[in-house]
C-alpha cells in the first residue's frame, strides 16, 4: 500500500503543493456585535474589580443586587453610544 510520503517523492512541486492540507478559512464577522459584546463584558469586569465589594458583610441577595446594578450600567451606557 502506498503512503503520502511514496506519492509525494514522485510528484514534482507544483503538485506536491497540492496535497498539503490548508485550513478552512475562518468565518467572517458578519457585524460589529461581537465586537460591542466583547467592550461590554470588558467594561463590567473592570467595573466590578474597581468596587471593592466587601462580600463577608453582604448578604446573597445584597451581593446580587450590587451586581445586576453593575450589569446594567454598563448595558445602559454602551446603548446610549
Known sequence: MLTRE???KDLPDKYRKKLIRKCKPIAPRKSNN???LALKI???FENLEAIDLNRE???PRTEQKVL???IHK????SSDA
Request: a negative charge; aromatic letters at 0%.
Open 74 to 77: 454598563t448595558t445602559r451606557n
Open 42 to 44: 470588558k467594561q463590567l
Open 68 to 70: 445586576m446594578n453593575e
Open 57 to 59: 458583610g453582604m448578604t
Open 34 to 36: 461581537d465586537v460591542h
Open 6 to 8: 511514496d506519492i509525494e
